[in-house]
């Protein structure tokens, strides 16, 4: 009999396709999570409906409380603080690969997969990045360990986007073509600040200069990021540019564009994979947002946190977002950005 494995199954072409490739080789079980957002039934609908298109046995975790608490609150919490969350980096290592694992586990199956678009090395110890630069999703995995990896698969990791596409239309899903998920799941195409808006009290406050001067109102921190232009909501003979952001006051820091650029960034509650960090000080390639082209920067520890200097000044440096550390294509690790140094 075949060895049993369980795919994270969404409704999506991704986990689908990653199901329809596992089952050459192994006994695919499918398992949805139950996450309580608004349209868990039609979720759970369409996952059922592809589960049977295909053969799978299909399983659904309840795992509402678990991702209100770990990522929805998060979440919350860090746009209240003046911070730009990333609650899918979060919740990879604590939900999907955490709490679902667990559960499947529980269940007597010791492997599991997904369907991101992500590599392990022949030993299964390191994660790299997949070939498919435009949909590499080795961003979002950065807080997994080495034992979780240890666990895992990723069958699309040496796929491009167009050949699961090609797959998914060879199996007679060809409507798949046309649903791809967003990037904040609970958000339901709201954006955050609409979302928060629901979850916190409103409180307008001063736009104000890198000098400290007032120049206009806002209608709520959670509202801006930096890096931000439109909606700022002031005007002058060239742009202002959402800078920083000031929970303690409730202020929002607005300056030029030249202003956005800066070269240094400390990060906290870093995770290295192996479970050690590498020799620092040394030299890797870092990213610090998901679509940015990751550059080149010398780390180093100072304390508990690692301290980043890029060789050129980035763009937007945004404390709340996470920097990856990659060596070559090999996610070394990553932390939450807590301050531009």
Known sequence: MSEKIAVAMSGGVDSTVCALLLQK?????????????????????????????????????????????????????????????????????????GKLFNAIHRDGIEKMATGHYVRLSSDGRRLLQGIDAGKDQSYFLCGLSR?????????????????????????????????????????????????????????????????????????????????????????????????????????????????????????RSVNWISGEPPHLPGRFMVKIRYRHQPAPAQLSMEGRLVRVVFCEAQRAITPGQFAVFYDGDEVVGGGEIVKKA
Not at 69 to 85: I, L, N
């Open 147 to 267: 034992i979780q990896l240890q666990h895992v698969l990723f069958p699309l990791g040496v796929l491009t986007k167009r050949e699961v596409y090609s797959l998914a239309a060879d199996a007679g899903l060809h409507f798949m073509e046309e649903r791809e998920s967003q990037d904040v799941c609970f958000l339901q195409n709201e954006s955050p600040g609409d979302f928060l808006k629901k979850k916190a009290d409103c409180q307008k406050g001063d736009i104000v200069t890198r000098d400290g001067k007032i120049i206009g109102r806002h209608s709520g921190v959670f509202y801006y990021t930096v890096g931000q232009r439109r909606g700022v909501g002031v005007c002058d003979r060239t742009p202002y540019y959402v800078t920083g952001l000031c929970a303690e006051k409730n202020q929002v820091i607005v300056g030029k564009k030249a202003d956005l650029l800066e070269k240094e960034l400390l990060v």
């Open 25 to 97: 080789k192994y006994d695919v079980h499918g398992y949805f999570m139950n996450l309580g957002l608004p349209d868990h039934g039609e979720q759970i609908k369409r996952v059922r409906h592809i589960a049977g298109l295909i053969d799978v046995p299909l399983v659904e975790v309840d795992l509402a409380d678990d991702f209100a608490k770990e990522v929805v609150d998060y979440f919350c919490r860090s746009y209240a603080e003046g911070r730009t969350p990333n609650p899918c980096v979060i919740c990879n290592p604590r939900i999907k690969f």
